[in-house]
Structures are given as structure tokens and as C-alpha cells.
């Protein structure tokens, strides 16, 4: 085992732990608000289905690729697919730094999901005829509670299982890219249960700027060897690649951002609230 | 996005189709078609560095500028149209 092949492992481990934990931040709001609403059992049942499922994807499609697609298509096409979905991270998380974008707020999306569900619209899920609430919470299976923490928990999860499968299957690493999503989910479900409607505690913006750093390094180097371009150093560039994309975040977000007097002028003619 | 047909709701297997496609379509264009459209023709290019000649490792380079510069495009783009 040489040193580069443990800073590739170390750049895809936090890359894929802190995914995971971010969407399973998100997953766990809509949970946590079906849950409290309308009942666990279902709210539960829902979390358990859309697990299942996600997993089944990861086991289906990620030796698929490993065993039918050439190495350097593989790398080419996933490395495509990673920097167009990092550097969306990317500009949302600079965005959100400088103020020109409103910051994910889980308080806000639990208070939603808890307000459309309490009046039995059930979000996405609409069915305006059930009733508020089942006669007996969390003892009667509720279709509207499972259908939303089903869809809630497979629509967060397939940002997770498509950063799993890629980086996983380009790196021959699937395996330990599966653990440590699984772990990064069984870590926020235990920091679920502890901190409950507390979420917003939780760096989410800075989380999604690592991760989108990542994303778009992991996604420039295997791009680049796709298409036959030489890495000094080999896996060694990535870190360089993440600290390079870094600065250049970092630059970007104190450039954009409005200065406070240009935001007092704003705030005074009306236009503060994004 | 696939047209109702006359009469009736789509069928279930035009749905699900209908939606994987607004799946791919949200999850890699969206709202900042620049980046995808950027991206491939950044790769694009470092793919004709390395094959019109032996410059592989200034192919990196060109890529990661091109993708620090489409970067820098897309957020000052959205930055501009912020109220």
C-alpha cells in the first residue's frame, strides 16, 4: 500500500461521509415532521422502504458498472457527471456564503412539512381529502406519512447513491464508499434522535462547500485521466486540486459579496430578504 | 416533458419515465446550464490537448483553469442578478 493510494481513500472517505450526512440532515427533517405529525410507524416504515431500496441500487449498480464499462469510460463519464454536479455544490454553498443566496434552513422545512401535513396535504404528497391526523398516531398504518418519508428519504438518497456508485466504482473502492455512507447515515439518525428538531445547528453550507470541493476534484482528475491527461503525482493531485478549487471558493465568495453599506441602501429600499 | 394524451392521465410507465428524465434533467443542468454545457467542453478540450499531441500534463492544467474560470462565470452571473 503506498502513500498515494491513502490520500485517494482519505479525500473519498470525507467526501462520501460528509454527503451522506448532508442529505441525510435533509432526509431526516422530513422524517422527523412526518413522524411527529402523523405517527412513527408509518413515518418509519417509509425511512425503512426507501433504505432498502437505495441499498438495492448500490448493490445492483455499482459491480454493474465495475464489471461492463472500460476503466477509462468509466472515469471519463463519472468524472463529467461529478464536476457538473460539484461545481453546482460549489456555487450554491459561494452563493450562500455572500449572502446573495438564503441558507438551507431545516427549521424552516420542518415547520412547512409540519403545517402541510397537520392540514393532511402531505407536501408533494398531496391528498386534500385524509384527515389532519389518524385516529390513533403511530398506531395505524397512514399512507400520506409513508408516501412522504418514502419519497423524502429515496429523492435525499439518490444524491448519496450516485456520489457512492461513482466514486466508488472509479476507485475500485464501492465497499468502504457503501460503509461510510452507512455510517454517515447511522450518525446523523443518532444525532437525530438527540438534538430532534435542532438541525439547524448544523453547518450545513460549510458541509456542502467541502463536499462540493471534493466532488469537483474528484471530478477534474478523473475527467483529465479519462481523456489520457498525466497527473503529477498521481492520486496525489487531488488534495492539491481540493486546496487549488479551495482558495479559489474562498476568493470568489469575498468577491461577490455585497459590501454592508451597498447591503444597509438595500436594506432601506426594501429589498433585504432573500 | 411528455404531452397528457387526450382524455385520461398519462400511463404509470410514461410517468415514471417522465419522471427519471426530470430527475437527470434537475440533477445535472437545472438552473445553471452553463456549468454542463462548460464542463464538457472543458473536458472537450484537454481530450484534444493530449490527443493532437504530448502536453498530457499542461492538459491538466488547462482544465482545471477552464474549470476555475467557468466557476468564477457561473457565480458572478447569479451574483449580477441578485437583487
Redesign the interface.
Known amino acids: 500500500m503506498t502513500v498515494q493510494l491513502h490520500s485517494g481513500d482519505v479525500v473519498l472517505v470525507v467526501a462520501v461521509f460528509f454527503a451522506s450526512a448532508v442529505e441525510g440532515v435533509e432526509a431526516l427533517t422530513i422524517v422527523l415532521a412526518v413522524g411527529v405529525t402523523r405517527g412513527w410507524r408509518s413515518a418509519l416504515e417509509g425511512l425503512a422502504a426507501a433504505l432498502v431500496v437505495l441499498a438495492a441500487l448500490v448493490a445492483l449498480l455499482g459491480p454493474a458498472l465495475v464489471h461492463y464499462v472500460p476503466l477509462s469510460t468509466l472515469r471519463?463519464v463519472v468524472?463529467?457527471?461529478l464536476?457538473?454536479?460539484g461545481?453546482?455544490w460549489?456555487?450554491k454553498a459561494?452563493?450562500r456564503a455572500?449572502g446573495?443566496?438564503a441558507k438551507h434552513d431545516e427549521d424552516a422545512i420542518y415547520a412547512r412539512q409540519v403545517a402541510a401535513l397537520s392540514t393532511g396535504a402531505g407536501g408533494a404528497a398531496a391528498r386534500p381529502a385524509r384527515p389532519a391526523r389518524p385516529a390513533r398516531p403511530g398506531r395505524e398504518r397512514d399512507p400520506t406519512a409513508f408516501v412522504v418519508a418514502f419519497k423524502g428519504v429515496f429523492l435525499e438518497g439518490?444524491?448519496v447513491v450516485?456520489v457512492v456508485v461513482t466514486l466508488g466504482s472509479t476507485s475500485h473502492r464501492l465497499g468502504l464508499a457503501a460503509v461510510v455512507a452507512a455510517l454517515a447515515v447511522v450518525v446523523v439518525g443518532a444525532v437525530g434522535l438527540v438534538v430532534a428538531r435542532q438541525l439547524s445547528a448544523v453547518p450545513e453550507n460549510a458541509l456542502k462547500m467541502g463536499v462540493g470541493l471534493m466532488l469537483?476534484s474528484f471530478?477534474?482528475f478523473w475527467?483529465?485521466e479519462?481523456?489520457?491527461?498525466?497527473?503529477?503525482g498521481s492520486d496525489l493531485?487531488i488534495p492539491v486540486?481540493v486546496a487549488?478549487?479551495g482558495a479559489?471558493?474562498w476568493a470568489?465568495t469575498a468577491a461577490?459579496r455585497p459590501s454592508p453599506a451597498a447591503g444597509a441602501a438595500?436594506t432601506a429600499g426594501g429589498?433585504g430578504a432573500? | 416533458m411528455p404531452a397528457e394524451p387526450a382524455g385520461g392521465a398519462p400511463s404509470l410507465p410514461l410517468r415514471w419515465l417522465s419522471a427519471f428524465g426530470r430527475?437527470w434533467w434537475e440533477?445535472?443542468i437545472?438552473e445553471?446550464p452553463e456549468?454542463?454545457v462548460g464542463?464538457?467542453a472543458a473536458?472537450a478540450v484537454?481530450?484534444l490537448i493530449?490527443?493532437a499531441g504530448r502536453a498530457?500534463?499542461w492538459?491538466?492544467v488547462v482544465?482545471?483553469v477552464l474549470?476555475?474560470l467557468?466557476?468564477?462565470l457561473?457565480?458572478?452571473r447569479?451574483?449580477r442578478r441578485?437583487?
Do not use: N
Open positions: 471519463l468524472g463529467g457527471l464536476l457538473v454536479f461545481l453546482q460549489v456555487r459561494v452563493l455572500a446573495l443566496m439518490l444524491e450516485v469537483v471530478g477534474t475527467s483529465g479519462g481523456v489520457g491527461v498525466h497527473w503529477p493531485a486540486l487549488v478549487y479559489l471558493a470568489l461577490v438595500t429589498g432573500r | 430527475f440533477f445535472l437545472g445553471t456549468l454542463f464542463a464538457v473536458v484537454a481530450a493530449c490527443t498530457r500534463t492538459a491538466g482544465l482545471v474549470v476555475a467557468l466557476l468564477a457561473s457565480v458572478w447569479a451574483a441578485a437583487p
